[in-house]
């Protein structure tokens, strides 16, 4: 069983301050990890993706990947009230149909930024 | 609007019914993926269409589920004899062929979503 672990919070943060979220995951053969937001009723959205060990920075959002340990986090520097929300970790596997990919999501944080 | 398009959004249905939602995707993505969300809980893969091949199904995905995706474009997800368990949003999700990026997935784009309530 493929996992994606996350901390499901809340994780509450003063606007401001820096949000950390991290997420572990099982499958060592994973190459693709990404990050979504989504809002309290909406879609997830996605706001960072990542491939290869070391930092992706995107505005006020820097990826982190670690392969070794298996780890994927996601830094949001200057949070601002509109950055609450739940943050889903997600990780490609393959699949067990030929040429299959999928993506497995953790459950998500809940970050709330207070102002 | 260019992006993946679900319909109904909302809908309503007393145990025991049939129910089926649409996906329209992006059009230029061959690769379609329908997830299903409960509440607390992140997306839970349900199937994956490449073009018109079904080449994933969840083991989540009971035989009273099916997915169609004709010709390669829309897909369908029929739920027959519902049950309150049944009840979640059920997400489709697009993405572009592989080779494109860096992702063997491609980035899934998300729709809006079909919200069921059986009652």
């Known amino acids: 069983q493929k996992e994606v672990e996350q901390n499901s919070g809340p994780l509450s943060v003063p606007e401001g301050a820096i949000a950390s979220l991290n997420c572990t995951y099982s499958?060592?053969?994973?190459?693709?990890f990404f990050w979504y937001r989504q809002y309290s009723g909406k879609s997830p959205e996605l706001i960072m993706s990542?491939?290869?060990?070391g930092d992706k920075e995107d505005g006020r959002f820097t990826a982190q990947l670690n392969k070794a340990s298996q780890y994927v986090s996601l830094l949001i520097r200057d949070s601002q009230p509109s950055d609450s929300a739940t943050y889903l970790c997600?990780?490609?596997?393959?699949?067990?149909?030929?040429?299959?990919?999928?993506?497995?999501f953790g459950k998500g944080t809940k970050l709330s930024v207070i102002p | 609007d260019t992006g993946v398009s679900q319909n109904p959004r909302h809908k309503i249905t007393k145990r025991g019914q049939n129910v089926t939602f649409r996906c329209d995707p992006i059009?230029?993505?061959?690769?379609l993926y329908w997830y299903r969300q409960t509440l607390g809980q992140g997306p839970e893969f349900l199937t994956y269409?490449?073009?018109?091949?079904?080449?994933?199904k969840s083991r989540l995905l009971s035989d009273r589920f099916s997915a169609e995706r004709p010709k390669g474009s829309f897909s369908t997800l029929e739920i027959q004899r519902t049950e309150q368990g049944d009840s979640a949003m059920y997400l489709c999700?697009?993405?572009?062929?592989?080779?494109?990026?860096?992702?063997?997935?491609?980035?899934?784009?998300f729709g809006e979503g079909s919200r069921l309530t059986v009652l």
């Open positions: 499958d060592r053969g994973s190459q693709s």
């Open positions: 999700a697009s993405s572009l062929p592989p080779g494109q990026g860096f992702s063997p997935t491609g980035e899934l784009f």
């Open positions: 059009s230029e993505h061959n690769r």
């Open positions: 997600a990780v490609t596997s393959v699949g067990s149909g030929a040429g299959s990919y999928q993506l497995t």
């Open positions: 990542i491939y290869s060990n």
């Open positions: 269409f490449q073009n018109e091949a079904q080449l994933e």
